[in-house]
């Protein structure tokens, strides 16, 4: 078991719980989902790349899971949200009220990845985004979220990883269950090539396996 702050931990199933409990105001099926994501998804290999006292920028931010957990740690002191749909705007802005700390967080609906916040984070997330992006989209998504990233700042990415080919599978039914579409994987390479290029280092790649899926996350800081 790991935590970050005071007596907040990390450990999948406290982090479920505490999802579980947060999200009681969504319809059940969906707060069951919420509640399962810290066994898909790793919240405790990105946080631990988020600096105390960051200020933070979730680029596509949902339901406001990741921004719910860093705040309720007690790991940042300002964040932004921001995603394309409102009603998913409505549930992590309720989320971050009952952390307790909705003065600390803002979110915002953006109708393109130009509409990001004009301003500099330490530390921009895109989690579980860029393969919703259309392919042409990408490097533009890409370099609109790393140019919010301040002086020796951290750009944390994640997406579904493009091998092996089962797990791969799982995550795109996945995606077609919940979100009707089939999602073409990103090629991580060449967000590598593309971010590195415009100054910054790679500093952590991991590949995480999570029951049937699997997490491709690279870590970059700004040089």
């Known amino acids: 078991m790991s935590a970050s702050t005071g007596s907040f931990s990390f450990d999948r199933k406290d982090l479920s719980r505490f999802l579980f409990d947060l999200y009681d105001y969504e319809p059940k099926l969906l707060r069951k989902l ?16 988020v600096p105390a006292n960051a200020k933070v920028l979730d680029v596509g931010c949902g339901n406001g899971a990741l921004l719910a957990i860093l705040l309720a740690s007690g790991r940042i002191s300002e964040a932004t949200g921001c995603d394309v749909h409102e009603g998913a705007l409505a549930s992590a802005r309720k989320a971050a009220g009952r952390t307790g700390h909705s003065a600390e967080v803002s979110f915002l609906q953006i109708d393109s990845f130009a ?16 393969h919703h992006v259309a392919e042409p989209e990408r490097m533009t998504a890409v370099e609109e979220a790393i140019k919010r990233v301040g002086p020796a700042g951290v750009f944390l990415f ?18 077609l269950i919940f979100s009707g579409e089939w999602v073409k994987q990103v090629k991580t390479a060449e967000v590598e090539k ?14 995480i396996p999570r029951v049937f899926y699997g997490n491709t996350l690279r870590v970059f800081r700004k040089i």
């Open 158 to 175: 994640k997406d579904m990883v493009e091998a092996p080919f089962w797990r791969r599978l799982a995550h795109n039914i996945d995606d």
């Open 34 to 49: 919420i509640s399962a994501r810290p066994y898909v998804c790793p919240f405790e290999e990105m946080e631990r790349h």
């Open 194 to 207: 593309q971010v590195r290029a415009a100054g910054f280092e790679l500093v952590e790649s991991l590949e």
């Open 115 to 130: 509409e990001l916040p004009d301003d500099c984070f330490d530390v921009v997330t895109m989690v579980d985004v860029l």
